[in-house]
């Protein structure tokens, strides 16, 4: 068990629709990362945030948005789902932001997400 | 762009053999590599990492090497055993906790 959770576990719902997904870090952890992770491209980074700040983007597509909240929880929201949204998402955490250097990341259990 | 480069294929070894996972990167600036290993339905689990002022790290069975000059990075299991079927990821960093993961490598433990 990493100590990052992740909610809901699996998620079904159809193209359109509007979804959100939610992470909690590991105690202490101010920094939250999400990937998608989908049979054909592997782990891809999608975005980044430290004490409730964006930090980073990565291939992250202008229909979803994240945030972290001030309990440093964070959420992802994908919206206009299409089908090939549909993959496993994941959360991770680390301590510190990183700037001019780098820590472990810890990643949660995922959410599976299938658009039908 | 930069990526780390496995194209995934399936490694099988005979339980109690030593395994080799093998990563090439691209990004000559990466300074920190990290393995993780990924059961199924499982997410990405912290194995070892290494810094590139490191070219070998050793952890309990795992051992990463890191071989700046070719941009090569291994993994190394001592006596491999079932519980280490898994999908084994290596991801590199640059900086700024931009982490690029490779495909991955399925590693299959014959009992």
């Known amino acids: 068990d990493s100590g990052v959770t992740q909610t809901p576990k699996h998620l079904i719902t159809a193209t359109g629709q509007r979804v959100t997904l939610r992470c909690s870090p590991r105690s202490g952890d101010l920094s939250v990362y999400w990937y998608q992770q989908s049979l054909d491209q592997g782990l891809q980074f999608l975005i980044q945030?430290?004490?409730?700040?964006?930090?980073a983007k990565g291939n992250i597509l202008e229909r979803f948005s994240a945030q972290q909240f001030p309990d440093l929880h964070s959420e992802l929201n994908l919206s206009s789902l299409e089908l090939g949204d549909s993959a496993l998402y994941f959360c991770?955490?680390?301590?510190?932001?990183?700037?001019?250097?780098?820590?472990?990341?810890?990643f949660g259990p995922g959410t599976r997400l299938t658009v039908l | 762009g930069e990526s780390v480069g496995l194209h995934l294929p399936t490694l099988s070894v005979q339980e109690g053999d030593n395994s080799i996972i093998n990563c090439a990167y691209s990004n000559s600036a990466s300074d920190y590599f990290i393995w993780y290993k990924q059961e199924s339905g499982k997410g990405p689990q912290f194995i070892i990492d290494i810094r590139s002022n490191m070219d070998k790290r050793q952890g309990q069975r795992v051992t990463v090497l890191l071989n700046k000059t070719v941009k090569h990075l291994s993994l190394q299991i001592a006596a491999t055993q079932p519980g280490d079927s898994a999908v084994y990821f290596c991801?590199?960093?640059?900086?700024?906790?931009?982490?690029?993961f490779g495909t991955g490598t399925k590693l299959q433990v014959i009992p």
């Open positions: 991801a590199e960093s640059g900086g700024y906790q931009k982490v690029t």
């Open positions: 945030y430290y004490n409730g700040e964006e930090r």
């Open positions: 991770a955490s680390s301590v510190i932001s990183g700037l001019g250097g780098t820590d472990t990341q810890y």
